[in-house]
């Protein structure tokens, strides 16, 4: 009886190993890029079923869970999905890192008055935003360029684009204007880049 025992754990074993490695090789969802990865006013975005897959191969399924759930108690709507919010940046790949990184819980309120500006005086004006980039970790910051006390290092800031059509002379005037009103107040950063990229933070009253 052991020995029967001894075989069919043997067999099982095996069993479970042959379907772990058959699932290298397995196709199907048939994923394509475009399934991960979508062109956005001319940045490589990541979707959603991305994110999911970086989620789970770092375990980090309740530390992300602890961040939707204070976003959530602190009142931020869902137009502004949480992975984007959670995207370092488009150029992860030119610069060998992460597609998205975990902010530490003291900087969470520095992003809940972010969003919560955008989404009070910037959305209402030029509609929808998607994030291009958010939170970053000090490897990516540098090989991105980002100023040596970005604001991004410490979950306050982010890179946004409209998801509606408008000029960029429009959308330059309208967050010009924006600002002016009520920057000083929220301690707003602007800054106006390339194209209808744009950053706001909430961390220190200034534009450029």
Known sequence: MRYLFILVSIFVSFNLYADNISKLYEDKEK?????????IRG???PTRAAFKGWVLLNHAEDKVKG????????GIEVSMPLYLILLQGTDWVMNNTSLFTLPNKKHLPDMVNTIKFIQQYIEPEIGIVIPVSGERSAAFN??????????HLIFCALDMVPREDISRPELHKKLKAIHKKYGAKY?????LYSGVRFHIDTCGYRAW
């Open 43 to 45: 940045y490589k975005v």
């Open 187 to 191: 301690k707003v950063g602007l800054g």
């Open 142 to 151: 540098k090989s991105a360029g980002g100023a040596g006390l970005s604001k």
């Open 31 to 39: 994923l394509q890029y475009d399934d991960l990865v979508v062109d």
């Open 67 to 74: 961040i939707a759930d204070y976003f959530r108690a602190e």
